[in-house]
C-alpha cells in the first residue's frame, strides 16, 4: 500500500503531465533491477517477512527514481483500496527474482493504465466552462455517480470507499477548484456514508452525487432530462 499522503494531488499523477516511455528494452532493464534487489533466502513468517518489506522498499524507490512519482501507487493494492491486483503485499508478492519482478512489470503498467483511463474519464465528465448553475449542477451529479462507479469497477475491497472519495477530490480540482474546498466537498457529500467491504446501493450513491452538486451549486440536478439523454447514454457506455 503507497503512502497515504503521497496520493493526494492530481497533478502529481496526471498521466498528461507525466509522459511515461515503455518498450522491450525498458521492461527488461527494470526487471533486472528489480532482480538485483530479491534476497537469495526470504524471512517468512518466521523472520517477519523482514527480507520482504526491505525489498519492497528497494523497489519503490527504483520506480520512484526512474519514472518519478506518479508511479508511487504501482503498489496500491486492491486489498487496501486500490485498483492494482498484480502485486498485493511484499510478504506474498516477493518470491524468487523472476516472479517478483514480473508482478512489478504487471504491476507498474496496472497502475499507469488505471491512471489513463481515470484521467480519460475526468475530461469526459467535467462541466462545460460556460455552464450555467443548474446546468453544472446535472453534470457533478452524473459525475459522481460514475467516478464512484469507477472506483468499485476496480476491483477494490478494503477501503474503496477511501479510493472514491479520492478520485472525486482529483475530479473536482481537475475542474478549477482548490484542494481544500475539493476536499471538504467530499467530506460533506459522503459524510461516513460509504462503508468499507460494503457496495453501496445504487439509490445511496445517486444520493450523494445529488448532494455533492446541491453543495457545490446551490442547485438540484436535472433527472433524466430528455436534452441530455444521449450524454447518458455515452457516459453509461464507458
Not at 77 to 101: I, L, N
Not at 161 to 187: N, S
Not at 218 to 229: K, L, T
Amino acid at each position: 500500500m503507497p503512502p497515504s499522503t503521497g496520493l493526494q494531488n492530481w497533478e502529481d499523477l496526471d498521466p498528461a503531465r507525466h509522459p511515461f516511455s515503455w518498450d522491450e528494452d525498458e521492461e527488461a532493464r527494470l526487471r533486472a533491477l528489480v532482480r538485483e534487489w530479491v534476497p537469495p533466502v526470504l524471512s517468512g513468517m518466521a523472520g517477519r517477512w523482514e527480507c520482504e518489506y526491505w525489498c519492497e522498499h528497494q523497489i519503490d524507490a527504483i520506480i520512484r527514481g526512474r519514472y518519478g512519482n506518479w508511479a508511487q501507487g504501482w503498489n496500491w493494492c486492491y486489498r487496501y483500496g486500490g485498483p492494482v491486483g498484480s502485486w498485493v503485499t511484499a510478504t506474498s508478492s516477493v518470491t524468487t527474482p523472476d516472479e517478483t519482478a514480473a508482478r512489478v512489470v504487471a504491476a507498474l503498467l496496472e497502475w499507469r493504465e488505471w491512471l489513463e483511463r481515470t484521467a480519460q474519464r475526468f475530461a469526459e465528465l467535467a462541466p462545460p466552462p460556460e455552464a450555467s448553475p443548474k446546468d453544472r449542477s446535472w453534470h457533478l451529479e452524473r459525475a459522481c455517480v460514475r467516478l464512484v462507479t469507477h472506483s468499485l469497477d476496480s476491483g477494490a475491497e478494503g477501503g474503496w470507499h477511501r479510493q472514491a472519495a479520492r478520485v472525486l477530490h482529483w475530479f473536482l480540482t481537475t475542474t478549477g477548484m482548490g484542494r481544500a474546498e475539493a476536499e471538504q466537498a467530499v467530506e460533506s457529500a459522503i459524510g461516513g456514508r460509504f462503508k468499507s467491504w460494503v457496495t453501496p446501493g445504487r439509490s445511496l450513491i445517486e444520493s450523494i452525487g445529488e448532494d455533492l452538486a446541491v453543495g457545490l451549486t446551490g442547485h438540484a440536478p436535472y433527472q433524466d432530462h430528455s436534452e441530455r439523454a444521449a450524454l447518458e447514454d455515452l457516459h453509461d457506455r464507458y
